[in-house]
DNA sequence: CGTATGCTCCAAGATGGACA
DNA sequence: TGTCCATCTTGGAGCATACG
C-alpha cells in the first residue's frame, strides 16, 4: 500500500511537471491562508520551511525572524496550492504594493521582505521565473503586472510526497472540532441539543474514515455560517485539490486503489427518471450519440445545462451561446440533442428547462448525510 | 494577400543606494 | 529594517519590411 502511495504520488508529480509551464495569463497572488491550508502540517513542508527560515533574513531579532518566516509560509503555501492548481503565483516587489492599506501589506509583507523570499527560494531552487513584470491584460496594456513564478520540479515532488500523509489529528474530535460556527454572534449559538445528532453523525463518519487513507487525509467538520438553519457543510482538505486543469484530484488513490469519477449529468438523469417513473437504461447517452453524430461529452454538455436551466425562458440563449462553451456545440446540433432526447425519451420534457439540477444537487446531499 | 520577423517606443515594474 | 528616489529593465503594441 505504502509503496502503491509512493509511485502513485510520483506519477502526480510526474503529470504536474509534463504539464510544464501553466499558461502564461494563469497566474495567483499570495493568498490568504490561515494555518489551516494546504501542505502546512506536512513534515515536508515544514523541513523546508524551517530549512529557508534559517537562510531568509540575516536579522538575530525574534520579530524579524518571525515576520520573515510568516511571509515565506504565505508564499509556500501559495505555491503548493498553485502547482496543485497549474498557475503560477505572481510575486511583485514594487513599492506601491506594500504601502500600508495594501493587500500584501496587510498580510504583513514589506518589499524588502517579499524581495529576501524571493531570493532564497531562487537560490535554493525552489521556483523558477516566469516573466519579469511587465505590461499586460486585456486593456491593451495599459495595467502594469508583476513578475510571475512557478515551483521547481524538485519541490513539486517533494509536496507530492507528503499527499498521503495524515494532515490533520483524528484524535482532535472534539464537538467545536467537529462542529464550527463561523461568524456567529455568541447569543446566536443554538443549542447543543438541536445540533448533537449532527456532531455524531460526523464524529461516526470520522471513526470510519481514520482506517482508510486518501489525499490529504484530515478528519472532516462540519461548519455552519453566519446563522443556524443555513446548511451546514462538511469540509475537508481533499476537497481543496485542483482538478479543472490537470486532473490531479481523481488521479489520486483511496486505499491505494484508483478513484472513480461519477458521471454527474447521468447520475442526475438516473435520478430525475426515477423521480418520474421513467427507468434509463445502463448508458443512455448511446442512442443519442448514434442519432446525432455527437461525442459523450457534448451530449453531456447539452443534458448539464438544460437540467440547469430554471426555466424554458432560458432556451434560447442556451442555444445561441453554446458554442462558446469549453466542450462546444452550435445551435443546430444542440437542437439536434434536444430532439433526440425528445424522441427517444419523452419524459425529458418535464425535466430539461424546469430547475431539477439543484433540487437534484440538494438530494445528492441528503442521500449521503443519511446514510452515512 | 496573409503571415512571419525585426525594430522602436512606452509605461510601469525592478533595482539598488542614500537616508532615517 | 523600512522609506524614498532616480535609473535601469521589461514584454508587448505598433509599425515596417520580408517572405511564401
Redesign the pocket.
Known amino acids: 500500500m505504502e509503496q502503491t502511495q509512493n509511485d502513485n504520488a510520483a506519477k502526480l508529480a510526474d503529470m504536474i511537471i509534463a504539464n510544464g509551464e501553466p499558461d502564461?495569463?494563469s497566474s495567483t497572488r499570495v493568498l490568504t491562508l490561515a494555518g489551516r491550508s494546504i501542505g502546512t502540517s506536512s513534515a515536508q513542508f515544514r523541513a523546508l520551511l524551517d530549512e529557508l527560515s534559517t537562510k531568509v533574513?540575516?536579522?538575530k531579532?525574534q520579530t524579524?525572524i518571525d515576520?520573515?518566516k510568516h511571509c515565506l509560509n504565505h508564499i509556500l503555501n501559495t505555491l503548493v496550492l498553485c502547482m496543485f492548481r497549474f498557475e503560477w503565483v505572481t510575486?511583485?516587489?514594487?513599492?506601491?504594493?506594500?504601502?500600508?492599506g495594501e493587500y500584501l501589506?496587510r498580510l504583513g509583507f514589506?518589499?524588502?521582505?517579499m524581495?529576501?523570499c524571493?531570493d532564497v527560494l531562487l537560490e535554493n531552487s525552489v521556483i523558477t521565473l516566469g516573466?519579469?513584470?511587465?505590461?499586460?491584460?486585456n486593456d491593451?496594456?495599459?495595467?502594469?503586472?508583476?513578475?510571475q513564478y512557478y515551483p521547481t520540479p524538485p519541490f513539486i515532488r517533494d509536496m507530492c510526497k507528503s499527499l498521503y500523509m495524515e494532515f490533520g489529528d483524528f484524535d482532535a474530535n472534539t464537538d467545536d472540532d467537529l462542529y464550527r460556527f463561523k461568524r456567529f454572534e455568541q447569543e446566536h449559538i443554538p443549542p447543543y441539543e438541536s445540533y448533537q445528532f449532527k456532531v455524531d453523525i460526523i464524529r461516526r463518519y470520522n471513526n470510519i474514515m481514520r482506517d482508510h487513507s486518501w489525499a490529504m487525509k484530515n478528519p472532516s467538520h462540519l461548519t455552519v455560517k453566519d446563522f443556524d438553519g443555513r446548511s451546514g457543510r462538511v469540509t475537508n482538505y481533499y476537497q481543496n485539490i485542483a482538478q479543472r486543469r490537470v486532473p490531479i484530484r481523481t488521479s489520486t488513490l483511496i486505499d491505494g486503489h484508483q478513484v472513480a469519477e461519477p458521471d454527474f449529468s447521468a447520475n442526475h438523469l438516473r435520478m430525475a427518471s426515477f423521480l418520474v417513473g421513467e427507468e434509463l437504461p445502463d448508458d443512455p447517452y448511446t442512442a443519442i450519440g448514434d442519432e446525432t453524430g455527437l461525442t459523450r461529452d457534448e451530449i453531456k454538455s447539452v443534458v448539464t445545462k438544460c437540467m440547469g436551466a430554471s426555466s424554458l425562458k432560458q432556451k434560447g440563449s442556451l442555444i445561441q451561446f453554446s458554442h462558446l462553451d469549453k466542450t462546444p456545440v452550435d445551435a443546430d446540433n444542440f437542437r439536434a440533442v434536444l430532439a433526440s432526447f425528445e424522441h427517444n425519451y419523452p419524459w425529458t420534457k418535464g425535466i430539461f428547462f424546469h430547475d431539477v439540477g439543484t433540487r437534484l444537487q440538494y438530494l445528492e446531499g441528503e442521500i449521503a448525510r443519511v446514510g452515512s
Open positions: 502564461k495569463n533574513t540575516k536579522s531579532n524579524d515576520n520573515h510575486l511583485p516587489v514594487n513599492s506601491s504594493n506594500f504601502k500600508r501589506h514589506s518589499r524588502r521582505i524581495q529576501r524571493i516573466r519579469k513584470g511587465f505590461k499586460g491584460g491593451w496594456g495599459s495595467r502594469a503586472k508583476a513578475s
